[in-house]
């Protein structure tokens, strides 16, 4: 049974910075693709970053530069470091696993959210 548990939202000013955690189980860790997704209320669930296997990684253009996702093999977790955040990141995030193909087609395991709110 795959498990995806995420941790480590919040609510931070803005310019703050958050680190999303997703803990897997259940699952070859090592050779799954991680994705972080986010869904704001009222709106659909977007992309924010990938990571492949092998450590390739695409980012949402709304969050490059500012956001930086990571993978722990041994650990068998992923992170998504938030820096600089802005009201507009505010949102669900959704961890994301399976082959590269299904996390950026959205058909991969999901996680069940953790919610970052960024004051103004």
Request: hydrophobic fraction near 40%.
């Amino acid at each position: 049974q795959v498990q995806l548990v995420e941790s480590g939202g919040g609510l931070v000013q803005t310019g703050g910075s958050l680190r999303l955690s997703c803990a897997a189980s259940g699952i070859t860790f090592s050779v799954a693709a991680i994705g972080w997704f986010r869904q704001a209320p009222g709106q659909q669930r977007e992309l924010v970053a990938v990571i492949g296997n092998r450590g390739s990684t695409i980012y949402a253009d709304s969050v490059k530069a500012r956001f930086t996702i990571s993978r722990d093999n041994a650990e068998k977790s992923a992170h998504l470091q938030m820096n600089s955040l802005k009201p507009e990141d505010t949102a669900v995030y959704y961890c994301a696993a399976g082959s590269w193909t299904e996390v950026v087609g959205r058909r991969g395991f999901w996680g069940q959210g953790t919610q970052v709110t960024v004051s103004s």
